[in-house]
């Protein structure tokens, strides 16, 4: 049954205001008590709406039509009415919930409210206050070690124009002193030639997922939808640890897991280098996402960064799913003790920009050449100072490893009672996930938590992940560990 305050809530279709939501905390009684599902789901007006859409554009990706005007902090409301605790937030990309009152106030201010329509050409006509903002919101943030930074709109365009930065620096690197082109690189290039467009790699590993664009995609790994009959690059592949579970008692297997990985690493960097197609950089998650949330431990990240100095390889951590603290830290690879930062991170979703941070020597040396035309947006970061705020002042870095103790352990719990339905129980924070036995068996749990009212994500051949917004408190995780576990039931 739902609350008397969402209950009012609910029946009024209404924006929210910012006088009405001042000073609410996150606990806030205007959210339902548990999910309520009154149709079928999809539902009828959700059914209508996508046959709608379909007529316009390939719509079969499209799960559920949102109620944005009566979703409220972890809950999701679709077209029907139906409330759903949201345990997947727009594929990990909602840091606050839905309506935060920091949000909604943010274009209250004139000058706030100018930067968002005034969008400029950030590479070009900046706003005088551009700067400022880059020093107090994103670099405020940024990774020990890291002082520079690129702003873009999306996860695969961070990724894009960071290959862009690692090739260029790789080749500053051959050059020496000379920053000048000679005539055959500017004429080649044209023609894409070498040596203009000169042979160099990206090594991705087996199961990564870093964008759709064109250069990106040639790096990610996860499905063959989304890369299929799509030109690619001839870049490197190599196999990321896919360990046993539970962990505490797999602890050889798995450190030979490392070593096998890391052994091929290496060798796959040595034969692109003998054939002519140099390995620049290293691209790899902290936690493999829609590639099935396959995870590593700090001792190999240690080692692939040693391997990368080695070998004279810019090491790129991407962190567009797991930035901005549901790992339980700010960034993920923060879990890991490198003895010193990585050469690029990577960032989106829940930084609601895009981007990625640097040290100065991946500054092109000339302009235009990481560019686009908007380069990101001012009022994203407009949105992300509150974000920051929020999550500094109510220490959520905090609830999530509190919340994520509670979920982590009843899946646990769930994982001994019902092991021929749910096994690999992994994570950290709240970005946890577990399979199933089969995929069929996976799709099936996951639909029959949407139709009990809770929204989950798949990933990878068996894989169903975790990935709610940093205010999912507590009584959050005992709900869904509750619907889950009647899910599970039902099924068994």
Same mark, same amino acid.
């Given at each position: 049954m739902l609350g008397r305050g969402c209950t009012a809530f609910l029946e009024r279709k209404v924006l929210l205001t910012s006088q009405y939501f001042r000073n609410l905390s996150i606990s806030s009684t205007l959210e339902p008590e548990k999910p309520l599902v009154k149709t079928d789901v999809p539902g009828p007006k959700s059914k209508a709406l996508l046959k709608e859409l379909s007529s316009l554009q390939q719509a079969g990706s499209v799960q559920l039509f949102g109620d944005y005007n009566k979703s409220i902090g972890n809950y999701f409301v679709d077209a029907d009415g139906n409330v759903f605790l949201d345990a997947f937030t727009q594929i990990s990309s909602v840091p606050l919930g839905y309506n935060? !009152? %920091?949000m909604l106030t943010a274009f209250e201010d004139k000058q706030n409210l100018q930067e968002l329509i005034n969008r400029p050409a950030l590479g070009v006509f900046p706003a005088v206050q551009w700067p400022n903002r880059l020093k107090n919101v994103l670099m405020s943030v940024a990774p020990k070690g890291l002082n520079s930074i690129a702003t873009m709109m999306c996860g695969s365009c961070s990724n894009e124009n960071a290959y862009k930065a690692v090739?260029?620096?790789? @080749? /500053? =690197?051959q050059r020496g002193t000379k920053t000048d082109f000679s005539p055959e690189e500017l004429t080649s290039c044209m023609l894409?030639?070498? !040596?203009?467009? #000169? /042979?160099?790699?990206? $090594?991705s590993f087996e199961g990564g997922f870093h &964008?759709?664009?064109?250069?990106? $995609?040639?790096?990610? @790994?996860? =499905?063959p939808i989304h890369k299929l009959d799509c030109p690619a690059f001839d870049w490197p592949v190599a196999p990321f640890p896919r360990y046993k579970y539970p962990l505490d008692q797999h602890v050889s297997e798995n450190e030979k897991e490392d070593a096998k990985c890391l052994e091929q690493v290496a060798d796959v960097i040595e034969k692109y280098n003998k054939k002519g197609n140099p390995v620049a950089g290293v691209i790899v998650e902290p936690i493999q996402s829609e590639g099935g949330d396959h995870e590593a431990s700090p001792d190999f990240f240690q080692k692939l960064q040693k391997l990368c100095k080695e070998k004279g390889v810019a090491l790129i951590i991407d %962190?567009?799913?797991?930035?901005c603290g549901p790992t339980g830290k700010l960034w993920c690879y923060e879990h890991f003790s490198l003895p010193s930062p990585p050469d690029v991170v990577t960032f989106s979703k829940k930084m609601l920009t895009g981007g990625f941070y640097f040290n100065t020597e991946f500054k092109p040396p000339h302009a235009y050449r990481v560019f686009n035309t908007w380069m990101g947006d001012p009022g994203k970061l407009i949105l992300l100072e509150r974000v920051l705020k929020v999550i500094k002042t109510q220490n959520l870095l905090d609830v999530v490893n509190e919340s994520g103790k509670v979920l982590k352990s009843g899946l646990h719990e769930l994982e001994k009672e019902m092991p021929h339905l749910i096994n690999s129980v992994? &994570? @950290?924070?709240?970005?946890?996930?577990?399979?199933? #036995?089969t995929t069929e068996c996976r799709d099936k749990i996951n639909s029959d938590l949407k139709k009990n009212g809770?929204?989950?994500g798949t990933c990878g051949e068996l894989a169903i992940? $975790? @990935?709610p917004a940093l205010i999912f408190q507590p009584k959050h995780a005992n709900i869904y560990l509750d619907i889950l576990r009647k899910t599970l039931k039902s099924i068994n």
């Open positions: 935060h !009152p %920091e090739f260029m620096w790789y @080749r /500053n =690197k894409n030639q070498q !040596p203009g467009s #000169p /042979n160099m790699s990206i $090594l &964008g759709r664009t064109f250069g990106a $995609l040639s790096t990610t @790994r996860s =499905k %962190e567009v799913q797991t930035g992994r &994570g @950290r924070g709240t970005f946890l996930s577990f399979n199933a #036995p809770i929204i989950s992940r $975790l @990935r």
